[in-house]
T-cell receptor, first 116, second 108 residues
């Protein structure tokens, strides 16, 4: 159990457009989901924490108006990159944790975003 | 502020040799540390957690508060251990700060 999926796995978009990435917990309810960004050959950087039914908490330096996060249900969180620019090109990874076990996060396979 | 340092980007060892992946941390609170592993073309997954004090796939890690370290060790490396290893610090109850990762390459 504890599988997290992401869709799409890869996306290419033009500069100025918006892209939505979905993160789903397939076999458990995730009260909290996390969004990370990973640059090539670098570590994962936490962007934001989202709790079902409430506003996401963004890490310092992350533009909340650019990276819109919605956690509408216990199994789905979405990250929308608005007005994407080439510098937004990156690998975006989500993770989810079960209620009461926030230390144990299950990671999605990631989404490769390329902005041309 | 919290910080996790993994000084080695790449570690190459021969099969059967001991391996130690280094991790140092900086955190003002009580640290809770983890090792995550990412095998080729797979997602990141939890390897072990310091509180559990368990051995997973032959790997162990001891938290040394005096040296602020949480090194990952295995006495006899196997080829299937080749992967990317990330040391992570849990802070604010549910947030992870990841180190930059060490790629372990176990040669036959």
């Amino acid at each position: 159990g504890a599988v997290v999926s992401q869709h799409p796995s890869r996306v290419i978009c033009k500069s100025g457009t918006s892209v939505k990435i979905e993160c789903r917990s397939l076999d458990f309810q995730a009260t909290t989901m996390f969004w990370y960004r990973q640059f090539p050959k670098q570590s994962l950087m936490l962007m934001a924490t989202s709790n079902e039914g409430s506003k996401a908490t963004y890490e310092q330096g992350v533009e909340k108006d650019k990276f819109l996060i919605n956690h509408a249900s216990l199994t789905l969180s979405t990250l929308t990159v608005t007005s994407a620019h080439p510098e937004d090109s990156s690998f975006y990874i989500c993770s989810a944790s079960r209620p009461g076990r926030t230390y144990e996060q299950y990671f999605g396979p990631g989404t490769r975003l390329t902005v041309t | 502020a919290q910080r996790v340092t993994q000084p080695e980007k790449l570690l190459s060892v021969f099969k059967g040799a001991p391996v130690e992946l280094k991790c140092n941390y900086s955190y003002s609170g009580s640290p809770e540390l983890f090792w995550y592993v990412q095998y080729s073309r797979q997602r990141l997954q939890l390897l072990l957690r310091h509180i559990s004090r368990e051995s997973i796939k032959g790997f162990t890690a001891d938290l040394n508060k005096g040296e602020t370290s949480f090194h990952l060790k295995k006495p006899f490396a196997q080829e299937e251990d080749s992967a990317m290893y990330y040391c992570a610090l849990l802070y604010n109850f549910n947030k992870f700060y990841f180190g930059s990762g060490t790629k372990l390459n176990v040669k036959p």
